[in-house]
């Protein structure tokens, strides 16, 4: 167990020596004060001092932060699917992913809700490089992806990380949240790399692949805000992928991103989670003999539930009309809410700079162009 220690949570026996080491770090009285606003400072750190479990640091603390995060920065977080789980189980929440800290931390808010098992998460070590976030983020139960590393480093990681998901589902009765692919969708096209489902075939000790991700439990999962906050932020390097360019972080670009996500506007947000894959994997492995074949079946299938599912804004119509310079889809939307986006648009990007206008509201009317495609299909 002990080659699962570089990436791993902490366990509950560290979770209290952890916390004392944290305590009284700035960053922790920020995030007390804002989720606690009328508790003296003595009485939160005290309940802290008290905390020796992951899961009572989740409901007692991170839960409520998530709340505070939804009143002060949208107008509510809306479910869907989520009457399909059965409680005590475990399940491989496959997602579409939008923002760094949220989309895993409202999924658990959603599981808590329903009394489901929460999930361990995936979290990429480029995003944890400060202390202080590094100890929160696996007091919140996340597990490093290690990113950056040469082919046969990268290669003994996934099997590491392959190994440590199955751990978790099949021993530990442990739900696990992992991105469809590496890094955020900047673009508002969501699509399942076959790379993250080689790398969970990994760590099968079954002789055939579908056999072992129907054991696995795969769900998909979609995710969807009205607005982005972090979107003006993700223009850079869509526009720098467009013009063929390497595009090079600012210095604390992540951290930033990261905080943008957690107080900028969202409005409405909403998740849904897809059917168990279970028949679809029997017909993919009746259909295909090939692994390789198998696994581009699979992330299609995925593709297919993530966005048949996915929930669409008003923010994503305008956007369309907009790039489009069309009337599509004026009726689910108002007067109104398009003068609003247009505004956010003037704000946040440089009208004078058409390419970036442009990768803005393609960002945003992606999702009906991918939606529409299974819509005309039916």
């Given at each position: 167990m002990q080659r699962f220690d570089p990436i791993r949570p902490f366990y509950d026996t560290e979770v209290n020596e952890a916390i004392h080491s944290a305590v009284n770090h700035p960053m922790m009285k920020?995030?007390?004060?804002?989720?606690?606003?009328?508790?003296?400072?003595?009485?939160?750190?005290?309940?802290?001092?008290k905390t020796h479990s992951i899961r009572d640091f989740q409901c007692n603390f991170i839960y409520q932060s998530i709340q505070k995060v939804l009143e002060k920065s949208s107008e509510g977080l809306t479910t869907s699917g989520f009457e399909k789980l059965e409680p005590n189980t475990s399940y491989l929440f496959i997602s579409n992913h939008r923002d760094i800290i949220l989309d895993t931390s409202l999924l658990n808010v959603a599981?808590?809700?329903h009394g489901l098992v929460m999930t361990a998460s995936a979290i990429g070590d480029n995003l944890v490089k400060k202390s202080f976030i590094?100890?929160?983020?696996?007091?919140?139960?996340?597990?490093?992806?290690?990113?950056?590393?040469?082919?046969?480093?990268?290669l003994e990681s996934s099997k590491l990380m392959s190994e440590y998901i199955g751990q978790?589902?099949?021993?530990?009765?442990?739900?696990?949240w992992?991105?469809?692919?590496?890094?955020?969708?900047?673009?508002g096209n969501d699509a399942t790399h076959s790379g993250v489902l080689k790398m969970l075939a990994m760590g099968s000790d079954e002789a055939n692949l579908i056999d072992y991700f129907k054991k696995i439990k795969?769900?998909?999962?979609?995710?969807?805000?009205?607005?982005?906050?972090t979107d003006a932020l993700k223009m850079p390097q869509l526009i720098a992928e467009a013009n063929d360019e390497i595009y090079i972080k600012e210095k604390n670009e992540d951290f930033i991103t990261l905080l943008s996500g957690i107080i900028g506007q969202k409005k409405h947000i909403h998740i849904h989670v897809g059917d168990i894959l279970d028949t679809e994997l029997d017909k993919i492995a009746q259909e295909f003999d090939n692994n390789n074949k198998q696994v581009q079946a699979l992330a299609q299938t995925i593709d297919d539930s993530i966005l048949q599912?996915?929930?669409l804004w008003p923010t994503n119509y305008i956007a369309y009309d907009l790039l489009n310079k069309?009337?599509?889809?004026?009726?689910?939307?108002?007067?109104?809410?398009?003068?609003?986006?247009?505004?956010r648009l003037e704000m946040r990007i440089d009208e004078n700079n058409p390419q970036m206008v442009e990768s803005f509201l393609a960002m945003y009317a992606n999702p009906v162009v991918n939606k529409s495609k299974y819509l005309n299909a039916n």
């Open positions: 920020a995030l007390m004060s804002f989720t606690f606003p009328d508790v003296e400072e003595e009485v939160w750190k005290n309940q802290l001092k599981l808590f809700d590094k100890t929160l983020s696996k007091l919140n139960r996340n597990f490093l992806v290690q990113r950056g590393l040469p082919p046969r480093e990268l978790l589902l099949l021993r530990e009765n442990r739900s696990v992992i991105a469809q692919r590496e890094g955020r969708t900047k673009d795969i769900v998909p999962v979609s995710i969807s805000y009205e607005y982005d906050p599912s996915y929930k069309s009337n599509t889809y004026s009726n689910f939307y108002t007067e109104n809410e398009k003068s609003l986006f247009e505004r």
